[in-house]
């Protein structure tokens, strides 16, 4: 059984999530790969073996090829196509697969699904790295990192709840009760029903992070997936869904219980597959426009989503603002802050911040912080390593616009004035010279801003926010996130009180609370089988990585019952 195979990992993973601890199965950084070097190498020449060509991928509904991907490195198109196929016919081939897939026993089916998982750690992960990197624009690292073991991790997560809510589910039982006189004897049969066919989005910047999981859910609980991958970033999610097929077939099962439905950004279908008849689950990530539209519109499917928000900082006081402000920097920073969870609003009490040297004023406050961005990004070598590159035009467009925008705001009254604390502009990579590239935007505004900060500004945008003291920091922040959606937070203070007021006001608000946070990882780190990944306690999404509510629903159960039989001698 290839469960068996498995089964060691499975069970250390079963452990790791009732006990929230630290583990992974995976090495964390690229040098620590088996045969580090040579693996690379091969990985590197898989995803150039993949360039100016066109991607095999056996799978229904030929109707033609599409491809658009251009590398945020080289900007150059990658020059792959991808077949394309005839969305009901997709719909009816998975349909086809799911009688004996459903059959098979939930062990079964999570066996196959780690031996997936398995093939790509180690034969394809370094390939997906690279696939990423040139179509979200990561760094390798943090393509290895968050689109690479950090989504595997993400994924036995999810088979692990996935086993825990179909084990929940006896599969006989003998029921008796007294009626009157009469003793009533049954036998009773319980079987997972799979809802039926699935279809997974999967967003231009964390291709596999969001899907793996969505995809593994699913599938777990007996339904297939159709993938839509977004058109600038297909690669990463066509190499995963050939590697899926191959392990399906392998194993015995049908392959079209995984397929790729491809579109274009002038022709997207998007819609069309949310409102599909025989469309029976949706898993979205990406903008919260559309998000949004899945949620209202995906019924009678079931919507899983997770979009955008605000993600707010708090800072009241701290012991060492250095470390703090170190902190923050680096995370405001990390991957252009085109990450679901980077900080983008940082609200401060007009007074200051409190230290144990003394309050030290806003505006002071203010400067140190973009110094300390400046610090990182400055020097292109290390701002390489830090941004990485811009995954979209459309970025650039935004970061110049709101640039633009902070400087109608300057020529107004003081009370409503906005400082531009750093301008951004475009930094040389020294491996990609013609790279996308652009250093952070960075504005001191106050709380009569509202319409510039009140929403995601996707990219290395960050606003430094006065507020009239800390109740008001956090009540504003609090406020927002509630409103206008956040995933993760951050709040720094001495006070264990304010500590205490802030930790029920963000858990009430719905996004994940990070207190007192310096050093090295960075602050929007979130721990696959450790932290949860949304609350879907506001518009932010409504699904979280991972707990029961993620895959508990996407079977049900049907019973039969009959009379015991009885024996005759």
């Not at 190498?41 to 060509?53: N, T, V």
């Amino acid at each position: 059984m290839m469960f068996d195979k498995h089964r060691a990992v499975f069970e250390r993973a079963q452990i790791a999530c009732r006990e929230r601890h630290c583990w992974s199965p995976f090495p964390d950084m690229p040098a620590k790969y088996p045969d580090a070097e040579a693996a690379q190498a091969k990985g590197l020449a898989a995803f150039k073996g993949h360039l100016g060509k066109r991607f095999a991928l056996d799978q229904p509904g030929h109707v033609g090829d599409l491809g658009e991907e251009v590398s945020p490195y080289t900007q150059d198109p990658l020059g792959i196509s991808y077949p394309q196929s005839d969305i009901d016919t997709l719909f009816n081939a998975a349909e086809n697969a799911i009688p004996t897939w459903a059959e098979a026993l939930p062990e079964t089916r999570i066996g196959v699904l780690m031996d997936v998982l398995d093939v790509l750690y180690r034969e394809h992960l370094f390939e997906i790295a690279q696939a990423v990197m040139h179509t979200a624009g990561k760094s390798f690292n943090m393509a290895y990192a968050g689109s690479g073991v950090n989504a595997l991790d993400r994924g036995i997560e999810a088979l692990v709840y996935a086993k825990h809510a179909m084990d929940a589910v006896a599969p006989t039982a003998q029921w008796e009760r007294q009626f009157g006189s009469a003793k009533i004897a049954l036998e009773k049969t319980y079987r997972i029903i799979p809802r039926g066919v699935a279809v997974c989005f999967s967003c231009a910047s964390f291709p596999t992070w969001n899907a793996w999981p969505s995809m593994l859910a699913s599938l777990a609980t007996g339904n297939p997936v159709i993938v839509k991958p977004h058109p600038v970033t297909v690669l990463p999610m066509a190499i995963s869904v050939r590697v899926f097929r191959q392990v399906l077939a392998r194993a015995g099962f049908d392959a079209n219980l995984v397929t790729m439905a491809l579109d274009s950004t002038l022709e997207p279908i998007g819609k069309l597959l949310v409102k599909h008849p025989k469309t029976a689950i949706v898993d979205f990530t990406g903008s919260t426009r559309f998000g949004q539209w899945v949620e209202q519109n995906a019924y009678p499917a079931l919507s899983f989503t997770e979009t955008a928000g605000c993600n707010t900082v708090v800072l009241e006081s701290c012991d060492d603002l250095d470390a703090v402000l170190r902190s923050l920097a680096t995370t405001l920073c990390m991957f252009s802050a085109q990450m679901c969870t980077s900080p983008q609003n940082i609200y401060i009490a007009r007074r200051g911040v409190q230290t144990p040297q003394g309050l030290v004023p806003f505006n002071d406050v203010a400067r140190q912080l973009a110094d300390a961005v400046t610090a990182l990004t400055s020097e292109p070598k290390k701002a390489a390593m830090i941004l990485a590159t811009i995954q979209s035009p459309q970025t650039l467009e935004l970061i110049s616009n709101m640039a633009l925008l902070a400087h109608e705001y300057k020529g107004v009254e003081t009370k409503n004035a906005v400082e531009i604390l750093l301008t951004p502009a475009s930094y040389r990579h020294p491996d990609y010279p013609n790279a996308r590239t652009s250093t952070p935007l960075m504005l001191k505004v106050s709380t009569a801003h509202r319409s510039l900060y009140g929403e995601e500004r996707f990219g290395p945008i960050s606003f430094v926010i006065a507020c009239d003291d800390a109740q008001d920091a956090l009540r504003q922040a609090t406020q927002d996130v509630k409103e206008l959606g956040g995933l993760t937070a951050f709040l720094y203070s001495l006070d264990e009180a304010f500590i205490s007021q802030a930790e029920t006001a963000y858990a009430k608000a719905g996004a994940q609370l990070t207190i007192n946070l310096t050093g090295p990882m960075p602050l929007n780190f979130a721990a696959a089988y450790s932290d949860y990944h949304v609350t879907g306690l506001n518009s932010a999404g409504n699904a979280s990585l991972t707990h029961l509510a993620f895959v508990a629903s996407r079977f049900c159960i049907s019973q039969s019952r009959r009379p015991v039989k009885t024996t005759t001698i």
